[in-house]
Every structure is written in C-alpha cells, then in structure tokens.
Antibody, heavy 123, light 106 residues
Framework: QVHLVESGGGVVQPGRSLSLSCAVS????????MHWVRQAPGKGLEWVAF????????FYADSVKGRFTVSRDNSKNTLYLQMNSLRAEDTAVYYC????????????????WGQGTTVTVSS | DIQMTQSPSTLSASVGDRVTITCRAS??????LAWYQQKPGKAPKLLIY???SLEYGVPSRFSGSGSGTEFTLTISNLQPDDFATYYC????????FGQGTKVDIE
C-alpha cells in the first residue's frame, strides 16, 4: 500500500527557515519524480516544486524560486523541501505528491498524495 | 506559463442533478488534463486523467471531455458524497491547477 507521510510543519517567524520531509513507502521511490504542492487557508492548490527521480532535474514555481530547495534521498525513500526567507504568504498546507508527467509525448508516473503538513508563517 | 481558468467558482445543485464544470487552458495542452475532487481537510483525489480516462475505482457518473484548450467535467446523478471542491490540472508543461469549483447543496 502506498504511503506518503509529510512532517516538519509548524509555526515560524517571517524571514526564518523550515525544512519539510516526506517519507514514502509502497512503491519504488527512486523510479518516480516527486512534487510539493501547497494550499493556503481557504484557497486553491498551487504547485510548488518538482524533482526528477535521480535528483538531477528540479523545477520551481516563480513564487518560491530562489527561496525553496527540493531534494531527495533515494536510499531513505524521503523527499525534502528546504524553505528559506519565509513570508506570510507561504502559510499553507504542504503536500508531497507524485503526479503524472509528459515526456516524449507520452504520459508517465502515477498520482498519489500525502495528507499534508501545515506551515504557518507569523510573528 | 500555462494558466488554467475554471468556471463557475461555485455551483449550487441538488442530489440527482447533472452538473458540468468547465476548465480553459491559456494555450493548447492536448489532452494532458486531470480532474481532482477535494473535501475539507483532505488531500485531492484523482478522478479523471488524460482529459477523459476514469481513474480506477471512481464511479462512472464522473466523466471528462475536451482537448486543446477547453475541457469539461460532468457529474451525472449527483450524490451526497459529491458535494466537494473540484480542480482541473494541466501537466503538459510543468503543472498548473485551476482555481477550483465548489459544488454545494442548493
């Protein structure tokens, strides 16, 4: 059974840093690209970051580029999100997920989500 | 960047109704579109992928159609469990979600 379990959320002051983790089980983690998606209170879903299966390719939303860093440890089946220079607008539930991807005109991957971890940026 | 626009933002309906939600892409995404259902406090649940393919285990009252820039999600015979928020998502170029459509009880 597939499980994605996020951790590391909490309350942090503006300008400070926080690191999130996502422990994965039930599938071959090293074969899949992984994402972070967030949802601000009462708002919609926002894609945040992607990392390819080998960790060598990463993409970020403009809203977090230069402040957030996605990484992974395939030996530990764990995905990470390092969040620096946090702002009030980064307050959200952060989900780790595996989503579909298109390469060479074909669809790959699968769609699975964790239950999320809450990050609150407030003084 | 590809923008996704859903309409309506809110939809009031009754059990047994047929409801349709529209999603428009700012440029062609072929059929690389997914639909999700989300309930409060829960992660999104995949309903439809590749615009019209029903995810395993999803009831057949859910259907998707469209290609290019215009897509629809249809729920026929709306059930009490279907009152939720629905999102479209393109995955042709990076990943972008629509702003959501809340289906509530009329």
């Amino acid at each position: 059974q597939v499980h994605l379990v996020e951790s590391g959320g909490g309350v942090v002051q503006p300008g400070r840093s926080l690191s999130l983790s996502c422990a994965v089980s039930g599938f071959t983690f090293s074969n899949f690209g992984m994402h972070w998606v967030r949802q601000a209170p009462g708002k919609g879903l926002e894609w945040v970051a992607f990392i390819w299966s080998d960790g060598n390719t990463k993409f970020y939303a403009d809203s977090v580029k230069g402040r957030f860093t996605v990484s992974r440890d395939n030996s530990k089946n764990t995905l990470y999100l390092q969040m620096n220079s946090l702002r009030a607008e980064d307050t959200a539930v952060y989900y780790c997920a595996s989503l579909f991807i298109i390469r060479g005109g074909s669809q790959y991957g699968m769609d699975v989500w964790g239950q999320g971890t809450t990050v609150t940026v407030s003084s | 960047d590809i923008q996704m626009t859903q309409s309506p933002s809110t939809l009031s309906a009754s059990v047994g109704d047929r409801v349709t939600i529209t999603c428009r892409a700012s440029q062609s995404i072929s059929s690389w579109l997914a639909w999700y259902q989300q309930k409060p406090g829960k992660a999104p649940k995949l309903l439809i992928y590749k615009a019209s393919s029903l995810e395993y285990g999803v009831p057949s009252r859910f259907s998707g159609s469209g290609s290019g820039t215009e897509f629809t999600l249809t729920i026929s015979n709306l059930q009490p469990d279907d009152f939720a928020t629905y999102y479209c998502q393109q995955y042709k170029t990076y990943w972008t979600f629509g702003q959501g459509t809340k289906v509530d009880i009329e």
